[in-house]
Each structure stands twice: as structure tokens, then as C-alpha cells.
């Protein structure tokens, strides 16, 4: 099977697409080979909320935001925590590029392409309470006008363009079993022909073989994203020593074709493979009530003011609060035995600080209703958040605390809870809300937020006592361990080409997006700080299609 293509780009999600547009804008050819169906073009970013990292950003300065590029890169390389002589060698250089990418043409770039973010910004990643540490010390997090889907409209539309012309193919339900390499040099793929299916986006498909394929190409570009579909490998890889043994129950952010089998293809092949023990869960996962995948979990974007207690009642410790420092409180979590914990909240939180990850839970703003947006501002949970409150087997709504703790209890799969201590957690709590000064720090973290002008009017509840029944009723939602990005993967310089274990280049070899670790083998170090995982995918799949429309013959 020959399509006479100039490169070969294994993976049809963001990056791929991104470095596919910028090789056709060179007039270059491309087939395109995915194990999925055409409905999954744009892969996993359709279904993200589309949160970008902007740095100085003119939204951020109308907000009155003081952001900097070298603020920015204290955060990342704060954050990052890079340790590692040889496997953070090219991580650390893409940080820096990223960085100067997110506080340069980043945002230009995709304005030329028709992408629009929200007027207000979002603060994801608090931090971990210091300066020099983890966490976003200003708001960057920007909410695509569209959300996920907008992110791959703006690249999916030039690249159908450039099919029409044809300069692109599309090889869906062909999935890659083997790299060809030939003198070193990566000059194609070969693999087998998957049953055609007609699943929809994001459902499991079957892995039926009707056949076998082989394609040639002048390089191969690996898009083909990380593992967070694959708990099998999600727990071979788990960082037992950093963080505590794997969970013995988790759910799934991703859908189930994100299972990570480029990345050993590619590793013999010869390509480095680094940093694989370092990965990025959330740990506010909820089960979804109408789920697309299997074991589908929808993660709450949270405010700061709910209660967090872990699976005995205990409240989490300083600064594990909501929104704050999401690696931090996944390895409490995970030392504590339990594999899940509780937010307790009153009706006025939920309506206010609830956001729910993903497109699809987002109509709004992903449907860009303006009319519907607005109505966010009006008393009632917006309707996603609702449509939990009333079918999610997570979620315990009661009139007192009495009636609460029994609902948790009738839903908990560990220890039972007991009520007294329940209760005190939650009655020392509401003695702090009386004054305007408080030594909780949590409750210190609420006024920080609420300095922010757009977070105390759209996003932040105003404190006030969990046991006021004028703020009922209470609410409990009980949360689960959700697996969701790689933070390693293949070493790849800073035009994404892949390196060799001994640090040579792998000629005809590039990878970008999540199966490069986001640029690099891991452009996040330890920790990511949010709205930085599709900048990953645009910057790393841009510098792979840049590169290889320089260099090719």
C-alpha cells in the first residue's frame, strides 16, 4: 500500500493534526494513520475543556493581573521540580521554550486561526503555599470560546482543506504495530487493518483484524497520545516510591483507545523512552451518570471553599484544599489506604464553585450560547452540575449533618464514618467564619480568591457557615482517584525529533503531544500547572511539522 507521502504521522488527536497543517502549509504530503474511526478525528482534545496557558495576555491585563514571562518560568521550573541529569536534559530546554512560546506568539498564532478564548481567566493550580514551589502564583488558566472542539475546529478545517487538495489521507482503523526502520532511519509503518466499526466518539472499539497494511514515507511523526486509557499500564508504571502504592480502584478520564501502544512500538524501535514513572491524576474524579467510555470519569473543577475530608472524616491537611495542589493531595490520598475522599459543601457552594471537566459537560460555552452562558449568573447549579445532583450515584444531598453521614455511609466502600467526628471537623470549621480574620488556612485561601474580582463574582461562594440551613441544603460528593494524563514519554529535541538511549538522533523519527510528554519526554517535570496540556500538543505538534517542512528532500 503506498499513498506517496512525504511523512507519515501515526495519531489523529491534536498534535497530530497541528503538525499535519503545518507540513501542508509547506505543500508537503501526508497520510495520516489512526486505529480509530473518523468520528475520533481530533482525539482526546474534543473532549477537554480547552484551557490554554497565556502569559501576559491582554485578557490578563484587563482582569488586572500582573503576569510576567520570568514569573511564569519561576512557576514552571518551580513546579517541574527537574532532577533527573539525563532524562530532564531536553524536558528542561522545552520548558523554557514553552514558556517563551506561551508569553509570545502563542496566543497570535492561534488568533490567526480563528480561535477566541473567555474575557475572564481562570486560576487552576494555587500552589502548595510557597513562593518557589508549585502552583500559579496569578490566574492563566483561558477558557476556549467553544472549549476542546474549537481547539480541533481551527485545525482540523485547513487540514480537511489540504485533504480536499490532496496533499492529506486519511488511514483510519489502521493501527501501527511496527515502526520500519532501514539504516538507522525511520521510513515507515506497517501494522494490521482493524475491522471497520461505527462507534461512536470516544466509545471502545473492536480490535477485530481484517488485514494488513504497510506505508513508506521519508519520516514518521508519532502522535498517538499517553496511557491514561490503560490502568494496566497506568499501574506499571505508577511511582510507588514517590508516591504510594497504585490505588486498588480508579476511574478513567480518557477515553479507552488512549492506551499507550506507540510508546513501546517506538522504545523498540529504538527511540528513549524517559520519565515514564511521571504522570498527572486527578483526584476530584466523580463516576459519570451517562457514561461514553468505560468506567468514565468527569472530574469537578472546584472553588476553594469545599470541606475535603478523606475516607475516616479526617480533614486533608495544609494546603491540600480544592483547586490547589493536585499532586500533593493524590499522594496523601494514596498513603492514607483508601482510594477515596469527600467534599462536603452547602447548596450555595455546589452553585457557585462547581465546574465540571469536559466539552460535553459544558454545552454553554462549548456550543459558544452566549444566552445559556449568562444564565450561569442566575440562582440554580448550572444544568450539567444539576443533572449530578439528581443521577450521580456519587452524590449525598440532606437537609441536616445527621442525614448526610448516613447517605455517605450507605454509599461508602470503606471505613464507616462517625458522626461525632464528622461533625467536629465541620463545627471547627464554622467558628472561623464569624470574623473577618481567621487562622485557617483554608478560609485564608477564600479571601485570597475572592480579591480576585472575577473569581469572587463568578466563581468563588462568599464564606459562610456549612450549618447555616439558609445556605442548605448540605451536600456531600463522594470522590474517586481518576487517571488522566503522561507526563513522560519519548526524548525528543526541541524540532521533536526523537532521540536515541545514547542521545544520538533517530533519523526520520519525530513524536509530539502526550506521547512525547508534552515536548521533550516531559516538558512538566513533576507537576503540571493546568491549561498547559493542549499548549503541549500545539507547540510540540507545530515544532514537528516545522521542522520536517525544512528538512525534507
Not at 459543601?345 to 456550543?367: H, M, Y
Request: aromatic share 8%; hydrophobic share 40%.
Amino acid at each position: 500500500m503506498s499513498d506517496d507521502a512525504d511523512v507519515i504521522v501515526v495519531g489523529a488527536g491534536l498534535a497530530g493534526l497541528v503538525a499535519t497543517y503545518e507540513l501542508t502549509r509547506a505543500g508537503r504530503r501526508v497520510t495520516v494513520v489512526d486505529q480509530e474511526n473518523e468520528a475520533n478525528l481530533g482525539g482526546q482534545a474534543f473532549w477537554s475543556l480547552g484551557g490554554l496557558f497565556f502569559v501576559d495576555s491582554p485578557e490578563q491585563r484587563r482582569m488586572g493581573i500582573k503576569d510576567s514571562h520570568d514569573l511564569a518560568l519561576a512557576d514552571w521550573l518551580g513546579s517541574a521540580g527537574f532532577d533527573r541529569d539525563r532524562e530532564d536534559h531536553w524536558p528542561r530546554q522545552w520548558a523554557h521554550a514553552y514558556v517563551d512560546f506561551a508569553a509570545g506568539e502563542k496566543r497570535d498564532y492561534l488568533h490567526r486561526l480563528g480561535l477566541r478564548v473567555m474575557p475572564t481567566v481562570g486560576w487552576a493550580e494555587r500552589g502548595a503555599g510557597t513562593a518557589a514551589g508549585h502552583g500559579n502564583s496569578v490566574p492563566r488558566f483561558h477558557l476556549t470560546w467553544g472549549t476542546g472542539p474549537e481547539v480541533v475546529r481551527v485545525f482540523r478545517e485547513p487540514v480537511l482543506a489540504a485533504a480536499a487538495r490532496g496533499l492529506v489521507t486519511f488511514r483510519y482503523r489502521h493501527q501501527v504495530d511496527d515502526l520500519i526502520v532501514e539504516n538507522g532511519a525511520a521510513v515507515g509503518v506497517r501494522g494490521t487493518v482493524l475491522a471497520p466499526s461505527s462507534e461512536p466518539r470516544g466509545a471502545a472499539s473492536s480490535r477485530e483484524a481484517a488485514g494488513a497494511f504497510e506505508l513508506r514515507a521519508q519520516a514518521v511523526v508519532v502522535t498517538s497520545g499517553g496511557i491514561g486509557g490503560n490502568q494496566a499500564l497506568v499501574r506499571r508504571n505508577w511511582p510507588a516510591d514517590r508516591v504510594g502504592p497504585a490505588p486498588a480502584s480508579m476511574i478513567t478520564g480518557v477515553p479507552a483507545h488512549v492506551d499507550g501502544r506507540m510508546l513501546e512500538i517506538t522504545e523498540s524501535a529504538g527511540g528513549s523512552l524517559v520519565n515514564r514513572d511521571r504522570m498527572w491524576h486527578y483526584t476530584e474524579g466523580i463516576k459519570n451518570w451517562d457514561p461514553i467510555w468505560p468506567d468514565h470519569a468527569i472530574r469537578i473543577i472546584p472553588g476553594p471553599s469545599s470541606l475535603w475530608l478523606d475516607a475516616t472524616g479526617q480533614r486533608l491537611p495544609v494546603p491540600l484544599f480544592p483547586g490547589h495542589d493536585t499532586l500533593a493531595t493524590l499522594k496523601h490520598i494514596v498513603r492514607t489506604g483508601h482510594d477515596h475522599t469527600w467534599f462536603v459543601l452547602t447548596r450555595s457552594i455546589v452553585e457557585k464553585e462547581f465546574a465540571l471537566s469536559g466539552s460535553e459537560q459544558n454545552p454553554d460555552i462549548t456550543g459558544k450560547d452566549l444566552r445559556l452562558v449568562l444564565s450561569r449568573g442566575k440562582k440554580g447549579a448550572p444544568g450539567p452540575v444539576q443533572a449530578f445532583l439528581d443521577h450521580g450515584e456519587d452524590f449525598v444531598v440532606r437537609p441536616t449533618l445527621q442525614e448526610l453521614v448516613d447517605g455517605m455511609n450507605a454509599i461508602n466502600p470503606g471505613p464507616k464514618l462517625d458522626f461525632a467526628q464528622v461533625e467536629r471537623e465541620i463545627v471547627a470549621r464554622d467558628r472561623e467564619v464569624d470574623n473577618a480574620y481567621t487562622k485557617d488556612f483554608q478560609l485564608m485561601s477564600v479571601k485570597n480568591a475572592r480579591a480576585y474580582w472575577p473569581d469572587r463574582i463568578t466563581r468563588v461562594a462568599k464564606p459562610h457557615r456549612l450549618l447555616d440551613p439558609a445556605h442548605g441544603p448540605l451536600i456531600a460528593v463522594r470522590l474517586h482517584l481518576l487517571t488522566r494524563k503522561t507526563l513522560g514519554g519519548l526524548e525528543t529535541t526541541l524540532d521533536s525529533q526523537v532521540v536515541r538511549p545514547d542521545g544520538s538522533l533517530f533519523d526520520g523519527l519525530y513524536a509530539a503531544g502526550e506521547v512525547a510528554g508534552f515536548g521533550g519526554g516531559g516538558v512538566h517535570g513533576y507537576n503540571a500547572l493546568e491549561g498547559t496540556f493542549l499548549g503541549g500538543c500545539i507547540f510540540s505538534g507545530r515544532a514537528a511539522g516545522r521542522a520536517l517542512a525544512r528538512s525534507l528532500a
